[in-house]
């Protein structure tokens, strides 16, 4: 069974900067690429970032393209998400989630994409 656990989330001022974490079990972790998503209020859940299994591909959504920067260490089953230059509309519970598959063509960017969810973590930008 996959569990994914989120941290990393606070209160944090606009222009400051926050690391998400996630931590994953699984003896697979390593074979499948992973995904940030986050969700505001009265929004639907939106994709932020991907990375490969292998960490050497990556993709953004264009709101946070320059600003943010995911990672991942697989001896370590953890993913991360770099948050910079943060912006109220930045606001949301942040998601990491895993693809379902090990290889993508076209990186994943819709939620029916990934398979298993973390329970979130909160960040809120201040203005």
């Known amino acids: 069974q996959v569990q994914l656990v989120e941290s990393g989330g606070g209160l944090v001022q606009a222009g400051g900067s926050l690391r998400l974490s996630c931590a994953a079990t699984g003896r697979t972790f390593y074979d499948y690429a992973m995904g940030w998503f986050r969700q505001a209020p009265g929004l639907e859940r939106e994709f932020v970032a991907y990375?490969?299994?292998?960490?050497?591909?990556?993709a953004y959504a264009d709101s946070v393209k320059g600003r943010f920067t995911i990672s991942r260490d697989n001896a370590k089953n953890m993913v991360y998400l770099q948050m910079s230059s943060l912006k109220p509309e930045d606001t949301a519970v942040y998601y990491c989630?895993?693809?379902?598959?090990?290889?993508?063509?076209?990186?994943?960017?819709?939620?029916?994409?990934?398979?298993?969810w973390g329970q979130g973590t909160q960040v809120t930008v201040s203005s």
């Open positions: 989630a895993r693809g379902r598959q090990p290889f993508y063509t076209v990186p994943p960017s819709t939620t029916d994409e990934y398979d298993y």
């Open positions: 990375i490969s299994r292998s960490g050497t591909s990556t």
